[in-house]
């Protein structure tokens, strides 16, 4: 059997329902061979409080927690305020970089409201994505190469180093190539430049190194780096065993200093 259903005054309802307060009559015909049906419904509106929830500020990772304020929307009804409100998120804190989708229960003193929460965007939820923080290549590789110094050199190969960010420490990898002019077997590093590999022990965590490039060898974010290793400078001091002259020559004495 088909219906045919027909609503009294077409400015009362659309795609989405009724649009209107008040007594609608629903009229079915069923044609010929059924008796005609029809329904009278009362819908009742309840005004809507709208609260709308945000993040102040640049979502990057800062290692503090980003707090979620609420505000009325504009047109909220006379007399209601967010101290009759009451909002609970279902994410209570947000601080490592990520991808955060957040909804919201929410309560308010005043039965007659419906209350919802929803972004600037009119969602229903929030997506906050806190972005890694880019750690300064320049920054990162001058604090680098101070934790390399070993007993006062420079040591080729494969390093353990920290940076640190407020009160974090964050792990690097750091590896030092040899010079082609360098000696063959060489431990520790001649003066001269050298190219210096960086990178994060953990880059699906909180930070970034700004510039780096996935290596497909190891996957892991690299930047490269430069390393200037400047000629020591000694200062000898000496002892004369004479200050007459004598034409055997005057035997000097070194003294003795450290790191030679």
Not at 185 to 191: G, P
Not at 226 to 255: M, N, R, W
């Amino acid at each position: 059997v088909t219906y045919t259903v027909t609503i009294a005054g077409e400015d009362n309802y659309d795609d989405d329902g009724l649009l209107t307060v008040g007594a609608h009559a629903f009229t079915i015909d069923a044609g010929s061979n059924y008796n005609a049906a029809s329904v009278s419904v009362t819908v009742i509106a309840t005004p809507v409080v709208t609260v709308i929830a945000s993040v102040e500020g640049e979502l990057v990772y800062n290692g503090s927690a980003f707090e979620i304020s609420y505000a009325l929307k504009d047109g909220a009804p006379e007399g209601v305020s967010m101290d009759d409100i009451t909002v609970t998120a279902s994410v209570e804190t947000i601080v490592n970089a990520g991808e955060y989708k957040v909804t919201f229960t929410v309560t308010g003193s005043n039965e007659d409201y419906d209350y919802v929460v929803q972004d600037a965007s009119g969602n229903a939820a929030l997506t906050f994505t806190v972005a890694q923080r880019g750690l300064d290549v320049a920054e990162v590789a001058e604090a680098v190469y101070g934790n390399l110094q070993v007993s006062g050199t420079l040591v080729t190969g494969t390093h353990t180093a920290f940076v640190a960010y407020n009160d974090e420490e964050i792990e690097l990898i750091v590896n030092v190539k040899a010079a082609a002019l360098s000696r063959a077997a060489a431990e520790y590093l001649d003066a001269g430049e050298y190219e210096v590999t960086i990178a994060l022990v953990n880059e699906e965590g909180n930070f970034s190194l700004n510039g780096a490039t996935l290596n497909a060898e190891t996957e892991k974010m690299e930047v490269e780096s430069t390393l200037d290793v400047a000629p020591k400078t000694v200062e000898v001091g000496y002892t004369t065993s004479s200050k007459v002259y004598d034409a055997k020559g005057i035997p000097l004495t070194l003294d003795e200093f450290e790191d030679m």
